[in-house]
């Protein structure tokens, strides 16, 4: 979903629970039981504390082509939009 946002699935995902800046919406009023679980092993919860996601799985920007400047976290999990609106 990171980088395959043109796919079937992410767009059957951003279409249920909402896209900002091509990112899917975490906290949407209508998350299923399943969404709000992959939501909480992303963000850490119930496996020890931290952000277990963004500690353990990474990508190289490369071309750039599915890089979100504005929208991507960066050092530190700093989003530029966030800092430098």
């Known amino acids: ?7 079937l699935w992410y767009r059957v995902l951003a279409g249920r629970y909402g896209e900002v800046g091509g990112i899917i919406v975490e906290d949407g009023q209508f998350n299923s039981v ?3 679980n992959l939501i909480n092993i992303k963000n850490g919860a119930g496996v020890g504390g931290g952000r277990w996601f963004d500690d353990n799985v990474g990508r190289e920007v490369g071309d750039g082509a599915h890089t ?3 929208w991507d976290p960066w050092i530190d999990g700093l989003v530029l939009k966030n800092s430098f609106g």
């Open 1 to 7: 979903m990171r980088v395959e946002n043109k796919s």
């Open 34 to 36: 399943w969404w709000n």
């Open 68 to 70: 979100l400047f504005w």
